[in-house]
């Protein structure tokens, strides 16, 4: 799904003290050649994607830049965390690794406030967020991978270097009050069409998997309340019931173990 992937710990060594905002100030030598692995990495994997070659070569001439890029996630790392793996128990969900259309989509639909998203609104304005900005975290944060497991020892990291491996670990915790084979069934017949197999999306259509549960619990409640829309969305949950919905969490929260 993925076609190229950040090192979290490359990123995270590289990380600067700035806000949103260019800076003069000159990266240091392991960010400028992690910097062309990555604009390699990401020169080869992009080519074949129909949504890089419009987002790229549309009329405004908007090339990726990470380091760019890196400025501007040190305001969204305040609530999502430095890797962007979310926080709070769900209060701030994750955003690493998520689809970039779709990251996209739901920050121009905060700065436009079709999405109610009190905590953003600062962040998510025209002048904070511009549109090519909006393009640079969103490629950026679809890059990050947050791994489930501690990586196998490896004498040639540094103490520091396994640390940060170590706290950039991502696990959804169990949740006590679902069936996880139950949920599995019904996830499979009302949700995988378009939330893809196993959880882990499907083109534009957001990854439920490796998500808080305590954030998609809430989720649903906005779009039942009518406070959250999206048509794909309407009705999906008029015939299912709260324990299904646990039990679809369980499933959910399992795909990461
Ligand atoms: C002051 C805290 C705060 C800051 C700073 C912040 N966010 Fe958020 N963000 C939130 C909260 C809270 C939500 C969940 C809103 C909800 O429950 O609908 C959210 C939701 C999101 C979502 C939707 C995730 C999904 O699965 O639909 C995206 C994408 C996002 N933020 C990106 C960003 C980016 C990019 C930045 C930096 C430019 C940023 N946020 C800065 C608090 C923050
Ligand atoms: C017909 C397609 C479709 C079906 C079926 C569907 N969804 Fe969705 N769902 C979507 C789309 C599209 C979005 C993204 C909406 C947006 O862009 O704001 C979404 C968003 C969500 C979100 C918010 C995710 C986030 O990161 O904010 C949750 C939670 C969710 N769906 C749960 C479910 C569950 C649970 C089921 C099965 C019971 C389900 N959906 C079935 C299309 C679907």
């Known amino acids: ?45 992009w080519p074949n994607s129909a949504y890089a070659q419009q987002e790229t070569a549309g009329a405004t001439g908007w090339k990726y830049d990470p380091e760019y890029a890196q400025d501007i996630m040190e305001t969204c790392a305040a609530c999502h965390g430095r890797n962007g793996q979310g926080g709070k128990d769900g209060e701030y969900p994750r ?21 109610v998203n009190i905590p953003m609104y ?4 025209e002048r904070e967020l511009p549109p090519d900005d909006v393009r640079e975290i969103s490629r950026l944060l679809s890059e990050i991978e947050l791994p489930t497991t501690m990586p196998p020892p490896d004498e040639t990291m540094s103490a520091l270097d396994r640390l940060r491996a170590a706290q950039a670990v991502f696990q959804i915790p169990r949740v006590e009050g679902g069936n996880v084979e139950r949920g599995a069934e019904i996830y499979e017949e009302e949700c995988s069409e378009c939330h893809g197999e196993g959880g882990w999306g499907d083109d534009d259509t957001p990854q439920l998997a490796g998500q808080h549960t305590n954030y998609l619990r809430r989720q649903i409640v906005n779009f039942q309340s009518g406070e959250r829309v999206n048509e794909d969305m309407d009705g999906v949950f008029e015939s299912i019931s709260k324990q299904d919905l646990e039990d679809v969490f369980a499933y959910l929260a399992s795909r990461d173990d």
């Open 1 to 45: 799904m993925h076609q190229s992937h950040i090192d979290v710990g490359a990123l995270v060594r590289s990380r600067r003290g700035h806000t949103l905002g260019r800076s003069g100030e000159k990266p240091p030598l392991s960010f400028a050649i992690a910097l062309i692995l990555t604009a390699s990495l990401v020169s080869m994997a």
């Open 95 to 115: 955003i690493a690794g998520l689809d970039e259309r779709y990251i996209a989509r739901q920050l121009r639909a905060f700065k436009a406030r079709k999405r």
């Open 122 to 125: 600062p962040y998510a304005t």
